[in-house]
């Protein structure tokens, strides 16, 4: 059996992970920073394990549980970033993932996956940061690629776009949308022509369990080194569009209440970069949708 390592295995996209993971027979184990009742213990199927920062302690759990592979999902994401940001964004977004390098280095653990965002590049591919957390995930995947080179490493780094889930508690434009066509309530949009990719969580998992089989096909030797790929519904919409959509599905017509304007963006549309291999999306964006509001109707 096969054994993997999750960072932000409690986030929206590491539970989806480990559950698509556990399903197909992977002994799955999660990292966390909050308390628990025992350093491991067997929580939703798979095991949970407390960490502390060390990366002493990072190496003495990869050592006892052999990991066969690392999904780092773990991050701070914030649109604009405050000053006192600037420690947090650094030590989740660099100095943990460079820790689990460290570990899977000393314990001979060679497959390694990571996600990145499309806002670290511009629109023609190239290198630039649409902010603090693009510029960090940036700095990581740099490391990354030194590791994957110097150490052997069968390493990608997939570039998300925007990933949504009916149980995605945090506000966001779809999210907020939904709310609104539902609720009857006067919806705030602030730049009418944003445009976005959204991939359903569901989707996301699978492309990162994708990844994980590409790295382990053949020889580690043959395939190290850094890949890098992109995830996409393969359709960009304005928010304009996609409010119609939800017009559509929920029957309501929006009504608009007009925002302070928003800062101006850097691209016209989210970067998509070369497609991973063995990969598409089946939840349709509409599909998506109806199961937002089914989730939503509930009591």
């Known amino acids: 059996m096969w054994r993997a390592i999750v ?14 993971l556990i399903a197909s027979g992977v002994e799955v184990h999660g990292l966390t920073r909050q308390d628990i009742s025992t350093t491991a213990g067997s ?68 497959r390694f996956v990571t996600t990145g965002s499309y806002l670290q590049h511009s629109e023609d591919g190239s290198y630039h940061a649409y902010n603090l957390y693009a510029a960090t995930k940036q700095a990581f995947e740099d490391l990354l690629a030194y590791y994957a080179e110097a150490f052997c490493f069968a390493a990608m780094a997939l570039a998300l776009p925007n990933i949504y889930s009916e149980f995605d508690p945090r506000p966001t434009l779809l999210t907020e949308m939904a709310a609104a066509c539902m609720d009857g309530v006067p919806l705030v949009l602030h730049d009418r022509e944003a445009w976005v990719d959204l991939v359903h969580v569901e989707d996301a998992a699978s492309a990162l369990i994708q990844a994980m089989r590409i790295c382990q096909v053949g020889d580690v030797q043959k395939n190290r080194g850094l890949s890098r790929y992109s995830i996409s519904s393969g359709s960009y919409m304005t928010a304009t569009e996609l409010m119609e959509i939800l017009e559509r599905i929920g029957r309501r ?3 608009l209440e007009r925002g302070s304007p928003s800062m101006p963006s850097r691209r016209v549309r989210p970067w998509r970069g070369t497609s991973l291999p063995g990969w598409s999306p089946r939840v349709k964006i509409e599909d998506g949708i109806a199961r937002l509001f089914a989730c939503r109707r509930k009591p």
């Open 7 to 20: 960072s932000g295995v409690t986030g929206r996209l590491g539970t989806q992970l480990s559950s698509q």
């Open 253 to 255: 017509k929006l009504t």
């Open 43 to 110: 929580i939703n199927k798979y095991w949970l394990h407390k960490i502390d920062g060390r990366t002493e302690t990072l190496i003495e759990l990869f050592e006892r549980v052999r990991p066969d592979v690392v999904f780092h999902l773990a991050a701070l994401a914030r649109r604009e970033h405050l000053s006192k940001d600037v420690t947090p964004f650094v030590g989740t977004n660099i100095l943990f993932g460079t820790q689990l390098l460290e570990a899977a280095r000393c314990t001979d653990c060679a």
